[in-house]
Structures are given as C-alpha cells and as structure tokens.
Nanobody, 120 residues
Framework: QVQLVESGGGLVQPGGSLRLSCAASGNIFRFDTMGWYRQAPGKQRDLVAT???????VYADSVKGRFTISRDNAKNTIDLHMNSLKPEDTGVYYC??????????????WGQGTQVTVSS
C-alpha cells in the first residue's frame, strides 16, 4: 500500500507562484511513476505532470514552460513548482502513484488533494 500526503496549496494572484509537495509512505517500487493531477469544479481529473524514477517527465500542454516537477527517490517525495499561474490553473491538485504490474494491470494511488486557487 502507498499513502500520499500533499501540502503547499493556497490562494495566489495571477502571475504568482506556488510549490506543491507530496510525501509517499509505504513501498515505492522501481517502475512506479509519480505525478500530479488536478480537478477543476465540474470537470474531470486531468494529468498535470508525471515523473519516473529515472527523471523522465511528461507535462500537460497547458502547463509546459510554467510548471516543473521534480522527484527525490531517496525520500519518496515529489514537488511541483508552479510559475506564472493563471485562473484556469485553479483546482484540487492530487498526488498520484501509478504502478504497473507484470500482468499489464496498473494500480493507482491518490492523495487527499490540496486546493489551489488563482484569483485576484
């Protein structure tokens, strides 16, 4: 089992910056991908950014050039540095672990979420 705890959300003005952090407890396996998803009110949960143990990253087009994801494998933590924030970045941000298995099935673990509100 994996438990994920996010921190760092809050209210920020447009153009501002925030850093989100996620700490994972339990076993993080070699091929686990960690990442961030967000869910705006009335919308589905969408990928923001992911990072593998080796440091390979994937970003949503809407955040490329503004957000940076990083991972500390020794501490089982990931951070999301968010710059030039826009009102459309508002939502609940969820930390995620995606775990592949030999059978092809994937397991997903989620944190409780942290609110990010971008507003003047």
């Amino acid at each position: 089992q994996v438990q994920l705890v996010e921190s760092g959300g809050g209210l920020v003005q447009p153009g501002g910056s925030l850093r989100l952090s996620c700490a994972a407890s339990g076993n993080i396996f070699r091929f686990d991908t960690m990442g961030w998803y967000r869910q705006a009110p009335g919308k589905q949960r969408d990928l923001v950014a992911t990072i593998t143990r080796g440091g390979s990253t994937v970003y949503a087009d809407s955040v490329k050039g503004r957000f940076t994801i990083s991972r500390d494998n020794a501490k089982n933590t990931i951070d999301l540095h968010m710059n030039s924030l826009k009102p459309e970045d508002t939502g609940v941000y969820y930390c995620n672990v995606r775990r592949p298995t030999d059978s092809g099935k994937e397991y997903f673990y989620w944190g409780q979420g942290t609110q990010v509100t971008v507003s003047s």
